[in-house]
Structure formats: structure tokens, C-alpha cells
T-cell receptor, first 117, second 117 residues
Framework: AQKITQTQPGMFVQEKEAVTLDCTYDTSDPSYGLFWYKQPSSGEMIFLIYQGSYDQQNATEGRYSLNFQKARKSANLVISASQLGDSAMYFC??????????????FGPGTSLSVIP | GAGVSQSPSNKVTEKGKDVELRCDPISGHTALYWYRQSLGQGLEFLIYFQGNSAPDKSGLPSDRFSAERTGGSVSTLTIQRTQQEDSAVYLC???????????????FGPGTRLLVL
């Protein structure tokens, strides 16, 4: 069963506008961590932001923020003031806290973001 | 300091041949992961090593795939009798494990692009 769902295969956003990339996840574990990674066309994976299941506040890192809705099991990434360099694939990922699966990080299928000048 | 390195960066092989892919994690990182990424797809978990514990091999797609980690550092992913569907980018990642934290960030290598003809 798919544990991480990213329903937007491709997204377009105008430069300087904000964009939201969707991510929903499935877990019965009360303890888990959520990550977002960026993969430009060069292929490198760049860590962007982390949200823990027990964190009281939504995570923010510069222009990136995470809209964490625990009851809905969603962890959407918001990029403010989009720049041309934001054009890339974006992956949502999860690490569960169960002892038997601890440390295994699973990734969603990704969303391709294109920033239009 | 040095990041995660992988070699070769590109590998072209003929169907039926064996290939070995190498990963050098960041010094001091005790956790090491292998992922496979097919063209335009997300990351597929293959195998995970943590210190001296038995590796989590639950993602290996068939018995043609195996991996070793010698001395808790360098890892080799071996694919025997390669098939055309094995063509993909193979990514290695490492992370620190000095604390039991869900927030441990994975640092990715540049990947090995494998093409099976």
C-alpha cells in the first residue's frame, strides 16, 4: 500500500508567487517524522524541511514552510516568493517510529514544479 | 567536509552481466541506505544498514540484488545477471545515528546511472 501520496505530478507557478505542494501519508504509528527534499535536474537530493509528529508548530525554513494537518495526515509544502531556481522535483518522505521499521525512510512519487518567469 | 560519494557515476552494461556499485558514506555516519530511482519516478527503498545490526533488505526486488557494507563504512550494491528493467539511478544516502531521533537527515550521494542494454 502506498504510504506517501503526492497527487500533483506536475505544477506550474509564476515567479514570485507562492505555491503549495501536496503530501498525504498513511501510518498507524503515533511517532513519525516527515521530510521534504528537492531534486533539481542535476539529480542531487537536497533536504528542505522536517516536521515531527509531536511538534506543536508548523516547521519553517526560510521560504519553505510545512502546513501540517495531523488529523488529516497531510504535510503540504508551501514555497513563498517562488524563484526560477525552485524548478525541480519535490519529494515528501516519512520515517516511522516503530522499532521494527525505525530508520527506514520511504518517499512519495514526487511533484515536478516549474517556475515561469 | 566530504559528502557521500558514489562510483561509477555512469555504468553501461549488457543484459546478463553483473555490476557492482560503490558508496562511500560521510565519515562517522553509521546508517547507510540504497535507493533506486527510475526515470521520472520517486525513490524506491532497497536496503538499509545500521552499524553492526542485520541489514533491512526488505526493499530488494529480487535475489539478483545484494549489498554488503564492509567495516561499517563503504558499501557495495551488486546486481547479478542484469536485466533492462534494472536501468535506473541508484542513490546512496547516509546519516548519523548518535541519537535515536526521527529527525536524522539523510545525506545523498550523486547517484550511479545504470543503463542495461
Amino acid at each position: 500500500a502506498q504510504k506517501i501520496t503526492q497527487t500533483q505530478p506536475g505544477m506550474f507557478v509564476q515567479e514570485k508567487e507562492a505555491v503549495t505542494l501536496d503530501c498525504t501519508y498513511d501510518t498507524s504509528d503515533p511517532s513519525y517524522g516527515l521530510f521534504w527534499y528537492k531534486q533539481p535536474s542535476s539529480g542531487e537530493m537536497i533536504f528542505l524541511i522536517y516536521q515531527g509528529s509531536y511538534d506543536q508548530q508548523n516547521a519553517t525554513e526560510g521560504r519553505y514552510s510545512l502546513n501540517f494537518q495531523k488529523a488529516r495526515k497531510s504535510a503540504n509544502l508551501v514555497i513563498s516568493a517562488s524563484q526560477l531556481g525552485d524548478s525541480a522535483m519535490y519529494f515528501c518522505a516519512m520515517r516511522e517510529g516503530r522499532v521494527t521499521s525505525y530508520d527506514k525512510v520511504i518517499f512519495g512519487p514526487g511533484t515536478s514544479l516549474s517556475v515561469i518567469p | 567536509g566530504a559528502g557521500v560519494s558514489q562510483s561509477p557515476s555512469n555504468k553501461v552494461t549488457e543484459k546478463g552481466k553483473d555490476v557492482e556499485l560503490r558508496c562511500d558514506p560521510i565519515s562517522g555516519h553509521t546508517a547507510l541506505y540504497w535507493y533506486r530511482q527510475s526515470l521520472g519516478q520517486g525513490l524506491e527503498f532497497l536496503i538499509y544498514f545500521q552499524g553492526n545490526s542485520a541489514p533491512d533488505k526488505s526493499g530488494l526486488p529480487s535475489d539478483r540484488f545484494s549489498a554488503e557494507r564492509t567495516g561499517g563504512s563503504v558499501s557495495t550494491l551488486t546486481i547479478q545477471r542484469t536485466q533492462q528493467e534494472d536501468s535506473a539511478v541508484y542513490l546512496c544516502a547516509s546519516s548519523r545515528r548518535d541519537s535515536r531521533s526521527l529527525q536524522e537527515t539523510q545525506y545523498f550521494g550523486p547517484g550511479t546511472r545504470l543503463l542495461v542494454l
